[in-house]
């Protein structure tokens, strides 16, 4: 099949929509997972006291509220997505924190004209560049947003060899509903991973002082099921790939995917393997 964009961004957005709560309730593992990469990314973007800060895909605000705590109320984060129910949670997540230097915003990342007006000092996007159909062009939004000499910082994941926490269910979802693989350029988990692609894809939006970081961070958890209910509950992507498997062996599959996942079982628990990149420039 041919892929389509317009199409695959409104899956997108329901399946965000559909899995929001799910992705707010494990908010506290993706903070434990993700918390480390995301100082590196704030370090990256340059976020300090007093900073104005646009989150791109911001999601059910994690990172958003790591943002707002370091700017202080002197400084602003303004956290969008494209799923209103998932910027629900995070503005219940910043009522919550007590935080009101945090505005939440729905957004396309393709389409982040209307916010050039007001210039950022820094743009992230934890874990969401990689779901673009058109990365450029939401670089190049990213890229307008920030004022002369702000930073773009983004944390992705890397190869899939290295991820296998995630790659391991894909693989396996993939094979069960007979699905071709993404070719080069199109959205998925792995897009931005290989060597240089994310260099290249920041230097091509116009960034300069382009840097990549690599970042162990492993998943860790009770055990392979605990990494499956996670998985089956908040990731979107394995239901859409799922739907072509009929349902009456979809528990089969998602067994098959927790054996697999047992391998990374160890005396202190499920370490699931995950590296992510880190990549920054300037404008």
Not at 69 to 96: F, K, W
Not at 134 to 155: H, W
Request: aromatic content about 8%; hydrophobic content about 45%.
């Amino acid at each position: 099949m041919t892929f389509d964009p317009s199409q695959y961004k409104i899956t997108t957005r329901q399946q965000w929509e559909d899995a929001a709560e799910a992705w707010h309730r494990w908010g506290p593992t993706l903070e434990v997972w993700l918390g480390g990469a995301t100082e590196r990314m704030l370090d990256a973007a340059g976020v300090t006291r007093s900073s104005r800060v646009l989150d791109v895909a911001a999601g059910a605000g994690g990172q958003s509220i790591a943002a707002a705590r370091r700017v202080g109320p002197g400084g602003r984060v303004v956290a969008t997505d494209i799923s209103p129910r998932i910027l629900s949670y995070a503005a219940r997540a910043a009522a919550e924190a007590a935080l009101t230097n945090i505005d939440v915003l729905e957004a396309d990342g393709e389409a982040l004209d209307g916010l050039a007006s007001q210039p950022f000092d820094a743009v992230i996007s934890r874990v969401g560049l990689i779901y673009f159909p058109d990365r450029q062009r939401a670089l190049a939004g990213m890229y307008q947003a920030l004022r002369p000499g702000g930073r773009l910082a983004a944390v992705v994941y890397s190869t899939p060899d290295r991820n296998e926490f995630f790659s391991l269910p894909v693989s396996i979802i993939r094979d069960r509903a007979q699905l071709r693989p993404p070719q080069p350029g199109q959205p998925g988990p792995f897009s931005l991973g290989g060597p240089g692609v994310l260099e290249a894809e920041l230097a091509a939006a116009g960034f300069q002082d382009v840097t990549v970081e690599v970042i162990e961070a492993p998943l860790r958890l009770a055990s392979a099921a605990e990494c499956v209910a996670f998985e089956r509950e908040s990731f979107g992507a394995l239901h859409q790939m799922l739907a072509s498997v009929p349902p009456d062996q979809r528990e089969e599959v998602w067994e098959d995917i927790r054996r697999a996942l047992t391998r990374f079982e160890t005396a202190q628990g499920f370490v699931g393997p995950c590296e992510l990149l880190v990549g920054s420039g300037t404008r």
